[in-house]
């Protein structure tokens, strides 16, 4: 059964979507230590990927406990989700059981000031080398949250490494057109 990738707090319309003001080349990202085996050398990767396909200079500058909070850190960390609320809204701050992964941006004004992404490991996450068929893909997911972090939107193309719903055994690492020309109208 397909599962919601993430949610991101932005404006409906994603041409009002805030922007940053420009691209940082040097953007520190922390990760929650004592991460399971092999997720801290695949996030590694996606850094790298990014950083490879959209010239952002994303790093791993080193360790907190990070969460959802607004405390001046980029941080990809690990978590356990609520149950859904059948309440939510589209701008609901927090990680569900329904979601993979969540991504929260804060903002001071127009530009995307700090970003937290969450996985969600209530639900059977590997990195690709050690994928079974039951597994989601923790690049694809990263990757994912990564596009969110720079306010991408979802895609309606399946296949497509912004597209919502992600299958188990898939793994989508290639950067799309779409997504190089959102990016590009983004930052250049």
Known sequence: MPILLSAILALSFSSCMPRRV???????????????SGFEGAIRDCLAIWNREFGTGLRIAGYHEGGQARDGRNTISLGVAAPPSPA???RDARLEADRLGFTVNWRRG????????????SWRVAPRAVLEPEDYCLETLVLHELGHMFGLPHQDREGSLMYPLLEPGRSVLAVDDRMRAEFSRRYY
Do not use: C, F
Request: no cysteine; glycine share 4%; hydrophobic share 35%.
């Open 88 to 90: 939510r809204r589209r």
């Open 22 to 36: 420009r691209l940082d080349r040097d953007i520190p990202v922390y990760l929650q230590p004592g991460m399971p």
């Open 110 to 121: 127009l530009r995307i000031d700090e970003t937290d992404i969450l996985i969600n490991i």
